[in-house]
């Protein structure tokens, strides 16, 4: 048996005990039992000044996902047995890694001993270089809690479990929404319009005025709860008319049709993500649980929740597309360059080969880029982030299609007026998202991807030939300067499993256009 085969099958016997532990024997109520406990160990961990890399907001996400897969029965779930199950789903985090990096070829799997080494496949500078970039998108200053706010925390006997007057509520609510605004503003490729629609008549607008009323209650419930030291849940429950008639008082601008739809979209359901649909509700009670709302997300949060359903995913996709717009618009300010959108691709019988979404070309050093632009949604989930993997590798094989038609003279381009011809130029292939590099090697050959956030944070190109250079050979962090790779142990039933995880030893990196050989800086 191969190793990766092997490690498959032991990956596949741990997610087994997970149906089998005995706290799937409780009654529906175990899912306050399951987040319960779950928030307590997470608020420990905050008290004791602990610093872990262990993703809570997927682990609570993980025990929502197995309340509503697996059978119920009847009675309590202990303490004891929600700690169990908790520790089930930290693991399940490593085991999706795993599996997900086994199955796509990231990982190179040796057994030696007994043991799994497990080693990463693809670059890891390229991994390293979103998520410094994606810190350098946290805005710097973020609304502080207001003197409303802390006078009734400070005055609220510990024993209390009152919800708060409607001023202090009122306060918490416009700080989440200066905080939803903030986080939106400072995304590099810009954010959606508040005018974005979401399908039913309801706009983004009307989503943020919604999401900022939960994230009020789930920041002031978990503050509250950390600055009185109390390791009891951060949860808040409501009854569905009790949180429809708090929508109404403080976001009365959205109407009750947009109010109920924003709900619904965001509420838990089998086949939906708990990072998008963040609300759980149990019979005719909403929970809140505040490490899965985060206004970091808030964009995608929006997006995601409308694209569930086919029909609305269609008309999400289609506005996606027109914010593409973007790499034009950074584009444009190549010194010496001509630029040009959509520019179509005919064949000899007159039907459409397809369009190249962005041209630019330097006509004085007959040198060009065509882009391929995709604009997925921003991912939130390891799923997620393969996901757009795979929309890279499918555009990459699309252009490649072209590209070979246009070489074959199988199809014929037309650039504008005073444009050198198509077959004169040379050219450079290149697919661009908004946000997320390609880890995955690319299915064909001479063809590179990049994102719009990579390549703003270079600034404007010297040079067309400036910017091709860095699309060909991206300017990445160095491992040992920038970053490390760091042998990770955990086991997985009687199997012990070490893999590479990656530790970041700087925020300074900021990718260069290149002077001269070098590679990586500070």
Same mark, same amino acid.
């Given at each position: 048996m191969k190793p990766e085969t092997d490690l498959l099958d032991t990956i596949a016997g741990a997610r087994a005990q997970v149906r089998a532990h005995p706290a799937w024997q409780s009654g529906p109520d175990r899912i306050y039992d399951l987040l319960r406990t779950a928030t307590k160990l997470r608020a420990m961990e905050i008290a004791a000044g602990l610093t872990s890399d262990l993703p809570w907001e997927s682990v609570l996400a993980q025990l929502v996902v197995w309340h509503h897969q697996l059978p119920v029965g009847t009675g309590p779930c202990s303490e004891s047995a929600a700690t169990e199950v908790t520790a089930l789903a930290a693991l399940a985090q490593h085991l999706d890694r795993l599996e997900t990096g086994v199955r796509t070829g990231a990982y190179q799997v040796r057994l030696s001993g007994g043991r799994f080494r497990v080693r990463q496949r693809w670059d890891p500078s390229i991994e390293v270089a979103d998520m410094i970039l994606a810190e350098a998108a946290t805005p710097a200053h973020l609304p502080e809690l207001s003197e409303t706010e802390r006078r009734w925390i400070s005055t609220r006997p510990a024993n209390s479990r009152s919800g708060p007057p409607s001023e202090v509520l009122r306060a918490a609510v416009?700080?989440?929404?200066?905080?939803?605004?903030?986080? %939106?503003?400072? +995304?590099?490729?810009?954010?959606?319009?508040?005018?974005?629609?979401?399908?039913?008549?309801?706009?983004?607008?009307?989503?943020?005025?919604?999401?900022?009323?939960?994230?009020?209650?789930?920041? /002031?419930?978990?503050? #509250?709860?950390?600055?009185?030291?109390?390791?009891?849940?951060? $949860?808040?429950?409501?009854?569905?008319?009790? /949180?429809?008639?708090?929508?109404?008082?403080?976001?009365?601008?959205?109407?009750?049709?947009?109010?109920?739809?924003? +709900?619904? %979209?965001? #509420?838990y359901r089998p086949g939906r993500s708990c990072r998008t649909s963040p609300l759980i509700q149990h019979d005719d009670i909403v929970i809140i649980c505040p490490p899965l709302v985060t206004p970091r997300a808030v964009d995608a949060i929006m997006l995601r929740s409308a694209a569930h359903e086919p029909r609305g995913f269609g008309s999400v996709g289609r506005e996606q597309g027109e914010r593409a717009a973007a790499w034009a618009e950074w584009l444009r300010?190549?010194?010496?360059?001509?630029?040009?959108?959509?520019?179509?691709?005919?064949?000899?019988?007159?039907?459409?080969?397809?369009?190249?979404?962005?041209?630019?070309?330097?006509?004085?050093?007959? #040198?060009? +880029?065509?882009?391929?632009?995709?604009?997925?949604?921003?991912?939130?989930? !390891?799923?997620?982030?393969?996901?757009?993997?795979?929309?890279?590798?499918?555009?990459?094989?699309?252009?490649?299609? !072209?590209?070979?038609?246009?070489?074959?003279?199988?199809?014929?381009?037309?650039?504008?007026?005073? *444009?050198?011809?198509?077959?004169?130029?040379? *050219?450079?292939?290149?697919?661009?998202?908004?946000?997320?590099?390609? $880890?995955?090697?690319?299915?064909?050959?001479?063809?590179?991807?990049?994102? $719009?956030?990579?390549?703003?944070? !270079?600034?404007?190109?010297?040079? !067309?030939?400036?910017?091709?250079?860095?699309?060909?050979?991206?300017?990445?962090?160095?491992?040992?300067?920038h970053f490390k790779v760091i042998r990770r142990s955990f086991p997985i039933g009687r199997r012990q499993v070490q893999l590479d995880a990656i530790g970041v030893s700087t925020d300074l990196w900021r990718p260069r256009f290149r002077s001269g050989p070098e590679r990586g800086n500070e």
């Amino acid at each position: 048996m191969k190793p990766e085969t092997d490690l498959l099958d032991t990956i596949a016997g741990a997610r087994a005990q997970v149906r089998a532990h005995p706290a799937w024997q409780s009654g529906p109520d175990r899912i306050y039992d399951l987040l319960r406990t779950a928030t307590k160990l997470r608020a420990m961990e905050i008290a004791a000044g602990l610093t872990s890399d262990l993703p809570w907001e997927s682990v609570l996400a993980q025990l929502v996902v197995w309340h509503h897969q697996l059978p119920v029965g009847t009675g309590p779930c202990s303490e004891s047995a929600a700690t169990e199950v908790t520790a089930l789903a930290a693991l399940a985090q490593h085991l999706d890694r795993l599996e997900t990096g086994v199955r796509t070829g990231a990982y190179q799997v040796r057994l030696s001993g007994g043991r799994f080494r497990v080693r990463q496949r693809w670059d890891p500078s390229i991994e390293v270089a979103d998520m410094i970039l994606a810190e350098a998108a946290t805005p710097a200053h973020l609304p502080e809690l207001s003197e409303t706010e802390r006078r009734w925390i400070s005055t609220r006997p510990a024993n209390s479990r009152s919800g708060p007057p409607s001023e202090v509520l009122r306060a918490a609510v416009d700080r989440a929404a200066e905080t939803i605004e903030a986080y %939106r503003q400072a +995304v590099p490729e810009g954010q959606i319009p508040d005018t974005f629609p979401l399908g039913e008549g309801m706009t983004a607008g009307d989503m943020a005025q919604v999401l900022a009323v939960i994230m009020g209650i789930a920041s /002031l419930c978990e503050t #509250t709860a950390h600055t009185l030291s109390r390791l009891e849940t951060t $949860l808040a429950h409501f009854r569905v008319p009790q /949180l429809m008639g708090l929508l109404a008082a403080l976001c009365p601008s959205v109407s009750a049709a947009h109010r109920a739809l924003a +709900v619904e %979209r965001l #509420t838990y359901r089998p086949g939906r993500s708990c990072r998008t649909s963040p609300l759980i509700q149990h019979d005719d009670i909403v929970i809140i649980c505040p490490p899965l709302v985060t206004p970091r997300a808030v964009d995608a949060i929006m997006l995601r929740s409308a694209a569930h359903e086919p029909r609305g995913f269609g008309s999400v996709g289609r506005e996606q597309g027109e914010r593409a717009a973007a790499w034009a618009e950074w584009l444009r300010a190549t010194p010496g360059a001509l630029l040009a959108e959509r520019v179509p691709a005919t064949r000899a019988d007159g039907r459409s080969a397809g369009d190249l979404d962005v041209v630019v070309v330097d006509p004085a050093r007959r #040198t060009g +880029v065509c882009f391929e632009i995709k604009w997925p949604i921003e991912a939130l989930s !390891l799923a997620e982030a393969m996901k757009v993997e795979n929309w890279v590798t499918s555009a990459a094989r699309q252009l490649d299609r !072209l590209r070979g038609e246009l070489r074959a003279g199988r199809a014929a381009v037309q650039l504008p007026d005073g *444009w050198p011809a198509f077959d004169s130029i040379d *050219w450079t292939w290149c697919v661009g998202t908004p946000q997320q590099l390609c $880890l995955r090697p690319l299915p064909v050959p001479e063809m590179c991807s990049t994102s $719009l956030r990579y390549v703003q944070a !270079l600034g404007t190109p010297p040079s !067309l030939d400036a910017l091709t250079d860095i699309l060909v050979r991206p300017d990445l962090p160095l491992e040992g300067k920038h970053f490390k790779v760091i042998r990770r142990s955990f086991p997985i039933g009687r199997r012990q499993v070490q893999l590479d995880a990656i530790g970041v030893s700087t925020d300074l990196w900021r990718p260069r256009f290149r002077s001269g050989p070098e590679r990586g800086n500070e």
